[in-house]
Nanobody, 120 residues
Framework: QVQLVESGGGSAQTGGSLRLSCAASGSIFRINTMSWHRQAPGKERELVAAITSGGSTNYGDSVKGRFTISRDTAKNTVYLQMNSLKPEDTGVYFC??????????????WGQGTQVTVSS
């Protein structure tokens, strides 16, 4: 079992910043790709950013140049620095970890989500 705990959500004004964190724990042999996704009311969940175990990153078009994903491999933690926030960034942000467990099973794991609200 792999558990993900997110923190750092909250409210910000347009142009402001927030930093999200997501820590993975449990029966972890290796964390492969970690990513952030978001879901706005009435919309499908979308990829915000992803980072591989080697440090390669990928961003959704709407956040390129404003958000930065990073990870601390030793702590099994991923971060999302969100700058120049816009009202359309509002939503529930979910962390995902593609993990290999100590039983050598590959699993996809989701956090509980953290709310981000950006006001104009």
């Amino acid at each position: 079992q792999v558990q993900l705990v997110e923190s750092g959500g909250g409210s910000a004004q347009t142009g402001g910043s927030l930093r999200l964190s997501c820590a993975a724990s449990g029966s972890i042999f290796r964390i492969n790709t970690m990513s952030w996704h978001r879901q706005a009311p009435g919309k499908e969940r979308e990829l915000v950013a992803a980072i591989t175990s080697g440090g390669s990153t990928n961003y959704g078009d709407s956040v390129k140049g404003r958000f930065t994903i990073s990870r601390d491999t030793a702590k099994n933690t991923v971060y999302l620095q969100m700058n120049s926030l816009k009202p359309e960034d509002t939503g529930v942000y979910f962390c995902n970890a593609d993990a290999t467990t100590t039983g050598r099973t590959r699993t996809s794991n989701w956090g509980q989500g953290t709310q981000v609200t950006v006001s104009s």
